[in-house]
DNA sequence: GCCATCGGCGCG
DNA sequence: AAAGCGCGCCGATGGC
């Protein structure tokens, strides 16, 4: 029986509901640090002036001349590619997209140890912080009674899963994961006056979104059990060790180079290499054993190579990462892996899928995209839930609290010190319990962490809260908090 | 000078 | 069958 989706009316309400609260948080926008800002701009060109100089000053520069005359440009991924693995002879192994030129990214040149290469991916670095977030902050930026702003623009008609995408500036990809960019970007925003910055995430928001839809016995376990540590697991299986010996880089490669590529469809050849260019300096834990040696004790000396067809050598690493993924779909997870065929196999019946949040998406898509698009969408959802009835309750309740932005699974309030707690405590209330009642299919329940800056301070400055037993958020590493900050004000 | 495309890279 | 999903944005490049 073949289905024709349509988005339903309560689907069409939350969107509607979702950009009207968009269009608020727009209007409220983010304050810049204007001086930081402009200071910051100018650091960073005469850094990038520096590093461009000696890349011009490097003997092997003479032969980028000789090939580009006065064409030569120190931010050429093409030029650097060809006098890197044209005339100074090095090996490439990552391709462009099109497969047609050697690639001049970092993962193809980051073993290089060449002076004039670190310094192009530095120039590279530098470029991508003064061009696309620097610049594009100070493009944006307008001046309301004497405080600087800017307006993102947050979009909801232009993803294909009905998540949200913003623009100008782009407020959902600042740097985060590198301390050293992420403070010098994350600077430039402050609070308005006498306020603070609090940030609120949905704990592994995508993760249990899987569980609600294939409802595999072992992940919903996994996702309700605080003391579960599947990564770790994996890690043990991937380098042949006990869980204890699992260090902390070790699961951390497991969990990005393996358990999420493969939630999102990637196979075990991409696996097998990532992990093992990623394990090469790596010990067991508290050990002086490497992982390398480890492998070898359980007879795997090398990485192999993709088979044509059939499967990878017996020794080899790819093996290996055969062995864990068949074990982890065939086995450890396979309710999920029935729920996948089915998913896909009426899909192809139906010519579109129909999310658990009511939104209908029609057309021809691949089998990863298929299964991926209503788990990333419905996680979104939750939060396009419940961003109106937050906005509801800041205006119900009198708060000068305001919602500024939103990151998929996470919400951006500025807020005064006085509500810092009963802002935490209304968008715990809205995304863990209401949304509870209205979605009764959530058989895992949405789960909230809280972050905090303190008063007058930038973004750049988030640090982890826990909740107290009376209901109070307090810094999850209070005498870290002491040394950069002094005294934690409970409320003021 | 304008436009479209590509390579590359930031985030969830 | 396909081979990791979704975005936005910059600078380089090449055609007009």
Redesign the pocket.
């Known amino acids: 029986m073949r289905h024709v989706h349509t988005t339903t009316p309560a689907a069409n309400q939350m969107l509607l509901e979702g950009a009207l609260a968009l269009s608020e948080i727009e209007q409220t926008g983010w304050r810049i640090d204007k001086g930081y800002l402009d200071a910051t701009i100018l650091e960073v060109e005469n850094r990038i002036k520096e590093v461009d100089q000696s890349i011009r000053n490097d003997p092997s520069f003479v032969k980028w001349r000789s090939r580009y005359g006065t ?1 030569a ?1 120190v ?5 650097i ?1 060809k006098l890197v693995f044209g005339d100074l002879g090095y090996v490439c192994s990552v391709r ?3 497969g ?2 050697e ?6 040149m980051e073993d290089i140890d060449l002076p004039i290469v670190k310094n192009y ?1 530095l120039g ?2 530098l ?2 912080l003064h ?2 977030y620097l ?2 902050i100070r ?1 944006e930026m307008v001046e309301h009674h004497g405080i600087w702003l800017v307006h993102p623009n947050f ?1 909801l008609n ?4 009905f ?1 949200s ?6 407020v ?7 301390p050293e ?2 403070n010098t970007l994350r600077r430039c925003f402050i609070p308005r006056p006498g306020q603070q910055f609090v940030e609120t995430d949905l704990a592994s ?1 995508e993760v249990k979104m899987a569980a609600n839809y294939t409802l595999d016995p072992v992940a919903i376990k996994e996702c309700l059990d605080p003391k579960a540590d599947p990564h770790k697991d994996t890690a043990a299986k991937l380098f042949c060790m006990t869980r204890e010996e699992v260090s902390k880089m070790a699961r951390f490669h497991a969990k ?2 393996f358990v ?2 493969q ?5 075990y050849v ?1 696996c097998a290499k990532n992990l093992w260019s990623a394990i090469q300096d790596l010990t067991v834990n508290d050990s002086e054993e490497t992982i390398l040696q480890r492998l070898a004790k359980n007879g795997i000396t090398e990485l192999g190579e993709a088979p044509e067809e059939g499967e990878p050598r017996q020794g080899t690493y790819m093996a290996q990462v055969r062995k864990v993924e068949k074990w982890y779909w065939e086995k450890k997870y396979k309710v999920h892996t029935q729920w996948k065929r089915d998913w896909y196999a009426n899909y192809k019946n139906d010519g579109g899928i129909m999310m658990k949040t009511g939104f209908a998406i029609n057309g021809s898509y ?4 298929i299964i ?2 209503p788990i ?1 969408g419905s996680s979104f959802h939750q939060l396009l839930w419940s961003l109106p009835r937050i906005n509801a309750a800041f205006r119900k309740f009198k708060m000068k609290s305001r919602v500024i932005g939103e ?4 919400v951006d309030v500025d807020a005064p010190p006085s509500e810092r707690d009963d802002v935490i405590e209304v968008i715990k209330q809205i995304m863990t319990k209401d949304l509870v009642k209205a979605w009764p299919w959530l058989v895992v329940p949405p789960v909230i962490e809280a972050e905090c800056c303190p008063v007058d301070r930038p973004f750049a400055d988030l640090v982890g809260l826990k909740e107290e037993l009376d209901g109070s958020w307090v810094p999850a590493d209070l005498a870290k908090w002491k040394v950069k900050f002094g005294n934690w004000v409970l409320k003021s």
């Open positions: 064409n440009n931010a050429s991924a093409n030029q590619a462009t997209d099109r047609d030129r690639s001049a990214s970092k993962k193809a991916l590279n670095k470029r991508k061009g696309t610049m594009g493009r979009n232009t993803v294909v899963t998540r995408s913003a623009n100008a500036p782009n959902q990809n600042m740097y985060k994961r590198e960019y992420a928001a990005n180079s999420f590529a939630f999102y469809g990637d196979y991409n691949s089998k990863n995209d991926n698009y990333q990151v998929h699974d996470s």
